[in-house]
Each structure stands twice: as C-alpha cells, then as structure tokens.
C-alpha cells in the first residue's frame, strides 16, 4: 500500500496541512513544535484508531477544536485500485470512520489493508519495559501474516475475563473446571503460533545481523507463560490447588514474555540507553523483512526523530534496508537528513503547524 495523498484538520498545531508523499523515504524537516510528529500520528491514527502518543482523544485537540479529521488516499499496487480512507475522532467521544466512502463500524479492516510500524524514541520500552511491550511485539506481526490470530487473541481475551470473575465467587470449582478447558484450548493455540512467530523471526534476525553487525550477540526466545513441563490445562488446576489460590489467573500466554538476550544476559540489565536503541532498531527492521517475505501487505513505515536515535552509520544502513525492502516510509528530524542518504525521496519542511516548503 501506498500513500498517495494526506489531510489533516485539527490535530495538534495542523490545521488543513496537506501531503503528496514520495512512494519510497519521506523526510518531515522542521524545528521542535512544528508539527512533525504530528504528522506520523495521524497516519498512524487512521490507521490504528489511536495515536501512538496519546491514549485521550483531549490531547490531540487544541481548545478551540471539537474533532480531528484525517483523509487519505492510499494506492493498491497489486490491484491497480485507489482507496479513499476518513476517520473524524470528537472531543465528546465517538469516531467516525469511512472506507471509499462506506461507514465502518471496527477498525480492523482498514488495520488489515494499512499496516504501520512506529519507531519513536519511545520504542527502547521494548527492551527497557515489562513483558506488554513485547507481547504486543509480537502481537503486531501475527495479526498481518497470520489469519486466524485475531479471533484467537479475542476468544482467549473474553474466556479469560470469564475465568477471572468465576474465581471471584464460593463454590466455583465447577465453573472453573469449563472455562479451564475452554482457556487452555484456546491458549494453547495462541501459544503455538507465538511460538512460531519466534522461531520464523529469529531466522530473519540472523540474516539482519549481517547488515548490523554490532547485534550479532542478540538472542530472542518466547516464555509462554506457564512452565514448559505441564500443558496449560494442568498449569490451571495446579494454580487452584495451592494453599494461597490466587484470585486471577497466573497460568497462559496473557502471561507470556518475549526474552532478550545478549552475550547470554538480559539485555534491560546489562545495555546501555544507546544499545537498547540499536537492538530495538534490528527487531523492528526483522519484524519488517519477515512480514514482507511472509507476503503480507507492505507496512508503511515511521521513524520518530531518527537522526537523534543512531549515528550517521547506523542511520544510513537503516536507510539501505528500508530502500532494499521498498516500502514507503515518513522520516522526523530536526535537519535534513544527510546528503550520502541519496535514497530520500521527498523532504517536507514544516514550520508552526504548516508544510512550508517540499524538496
């Protein structure tokens, strides 16, 4: 998929800002406050429905305006077909969402057809944070390449809900001994495919650390989050016949971890701020490769204050990979990038919420 063409009314400082991205590396120049950032989050907001900056819809909206409006045309190589995409958040709650001029009661459909991966200096709380972070990691790249996966997650999300509230109550050994079954059904395959999903990536991952050779000690495994001697069921009923049962549920992949590692030692504990950065920067760029080989949609890509993150080397080598792979991606910085970066297609300069000049 590529963006064609973006509107953006009343986010931020952007009032009727208007873009006609490159196919291939944007760069969104300008000094802090103009606007830039704003522009990756509102096309990472139609999208996904949220911002990646901001959970309250509040905090997008200058006091004088009531909604935000994003429009896009998104072009589909593989079918020669142009989509048209709108999606209106209210101060007072509620979203209104078109897709080639249909209205669309989920999200999911235009997630499905418009992937987007964010890459902010936000991104190192995939190492530095808890295991949320990494799940959702992992989350993300099964929900494009894998079908059944999102049924799965929900079925598992609302059983496990179930479970919970069973616990809650005198007399409940029979009620948990249905959702236990349904839990670890369920669980169990969502297990497997994260599984799967680990193991596919880490044979990206090698590939990757050709290009970066700093991360070649980096190792990632999946934790499914329950011991590997015992299947899920039998994790369940073990939890309830502790002497101090716990109230929620301990036992299931909504416990799970992806671990990092590298020379063999958990990377949270044992990298620097700027190392972290770098190993966050190799597993999206696998994420990537393996998405597109696994034939999925081409994600756009976004890059929060790039520059600032990495070295010049670095940079121009993440530069290479996003060439290589041909996928459409929108760049921040405070200055152009540098002039060996001759892969930059288009360069928006921004000043005070505006599109000032485009190179």
């Not at 999606?87 to 999200?107: C, P």
């Not at 994260?194 to 934790?223: F, G, M, N, Q, W």
């Not at 080598?317 to 990038?337: E, H, P, Y």
Request: net charge neutral; proline share 4%; with cysteine.
């Amino acid at each position: 998929m590529l963006i064609q063409q973006l509107s953006i009314d009343g986010l931020r400082t952007l009032q009727n800002v208007s873009l006609d991205p490159d196919p291939g590396i944007n760069s969104i120049v300008g000094e802090n406050g103009a606007g830039k950032s704003s522009v990756l989050e509102a096309i990472h907001l139609i999208a996904t429905g949220r911002s990646y900056r901001s959970r309250k819809v509040q905090s997008l909206l200058p006091p004088d305006q009531e909604a935000v409006t994003v429009r896009m045309a998104l072009h589909d190589p593989a079918a020669s077909r142009l989509h048209h995409i709108g999606l209106q958040k209210l101060r007072a709650g509620g979203t209104r969402l078109k897709l080639d001029h249909l209205s669309l009661s989920s999200i999911v459909e235009v997630t499905r057809m418009l992937p987007v991966k964010i890459i902010s200096p936000d991104s190192h709380a995939l190492v530095q944070e808890g295991p949320d972070e990494r799940r959702q990691f992992l989350d993300w790249g099964l929900f494009h390449v894998e079908p059944e996966f999102l049924s799965l997650w929900q079925a598992y999300r609302r059983i496990l809900q179930q479970r919970n509230q069973a616990l809650k109550f005198p007399g409940r050994d029979n009620a948990l001994s249905a959702w236990d079954q349904q839990l670890s059904e369920v669980g169990e395959k969502l297990s497997q495919h994260r599984h799967d999903y680990v193991d596919s990536l880490c044979s990206v991952l090698a590939e990757v650390k050709t290009r970066l050779p700093e991360l070649d000690a980096l190792d990632i495994r999946y934790r499914q989050g329950w011991s590997k001697e015992k299947s899920l069921l039998d994790a369940l009923k073990d939890e309830q016949q502790q002497s101090m049962a716990p109230a929620f549920t301990t036992a299931g992949p909504h416990r799970a971890d992806m671990v990092l590692t590298y020379h063999g030692r958990v990377a949270r504990e044992h990298l620097s701020r700027g190392e972290q950065k770098l190993l966050v920067y190799a597993l999206h760029l696998a994420q990537l490769e393996h998405a597109i080989g696994s034939g999925m949609r081409k994600p756009i890509v976004l890059l929060d204050d790039l520059a600032a993150e990495l070295d010049s080397d670095f940079l121009q080598r993440v530069l290479s990979v996003l060439q290589r792979l041909k996928t459409q991606s929108f760049i921040t910085g405070n200055m152009a990038l540098p002039e060996s970066a001759a892969s930059v297609g288009r360069t928006f300069h921004m000043q005070g919420g505006l599109v000032a000049k485009v190179v």
